[in-house]
C-alpha cells in the first residue's frame, strides 16, 4: 500500500504510469479508500507529467484511474458502471480476476469474436461487450437495460 501512494506520488512518469495501471484493476476496498483519501493531492502531483505513450497516450490511462478513485471516493455505486468509460477492459481479465462472467460469446464469420454478454459478479448488471482490432485490441461495454 504504501507503495502504491510513494509510487503515485513520486512524479517519475514510468511509476505514475504503472501505478495508474494498477490502480485501474484496483478492487480491493481498503487500498481504494486510502488512495481516494489522498485525491487531491494525486491530482496535483501528477498534473503536469508527461507520460507519453505510443498509440494510446498514456495520461488517458492515468486519467480514467483519477476518475475510478473519484468515483469510489464518492460512493457512486458498482465499479461495473465504469467500463463504458475505458477501452482496455478484457471481459477475459475481468472474469478471471471474479468481477464478471461472461454469459455468451458471438462470432463473426465463425472466426472473429463479435461480442461478448457478461454479467457484473457484484450487482448483476447485464453488459454486451463488442471487441474490436485497430492497431490494438479494444473493447466496447455497454450497459443493457
Ligand atoms: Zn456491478
Request: charged fraction near 25%; hydrophobic fraction near 40%.
Amino acid at each position: 500500500m504504501t507503495k502504491l501512494i510513494n509510487d503515485i506520488l513520486s512524479g517519475d512518469a514510468t511509476r505514475v504510469w504503472s501505478i495508474a495501471c494498477a490502480i485501474i484493476k484496483l478492487r480491493d476496498t481498503a487500498e481504494l479508500d486510502a488512495l481516494a483519501s489522498i485525491l487531491d493531492e494525486i491530482t496535483s502531483s501528477t498534473k503536469n507529467l508527461e507520460l507519453g505513450g505510443m498509440l494510446i497516450p498514456n495520461d488517458k490511462h492515468l486519467q480514467f484511474a483519477l476518475r475510478k478513485l473519484r468515483y469510489h471516493r464518492d460512493g457512486e455505486g458498482c465499479l461495473c458502471r465504469l467500463y463504458p468509460e475505458y477501452m482496455m477492459f478484457d471481459p477475459k481479465d475481468e472474469q478471471a480476476a471474479g468481477n464478471v462472467s461472461i454469459d455468451g460469446i458471438t462470432y463473426l464469420d465463425g472466426n472473429w469474436i463479435d461480442f461478448y454478454r457478461c454479467s457484473c459478479s457484484i450487482c448483476g448488471s447485464a453488459f454486451k461487450v463488442e471487441e474490436r482490432e485497430y492497431h490494438y485490441t479494444w473493447w466496447g461495454w455497454r450497459r443493457l437495460a
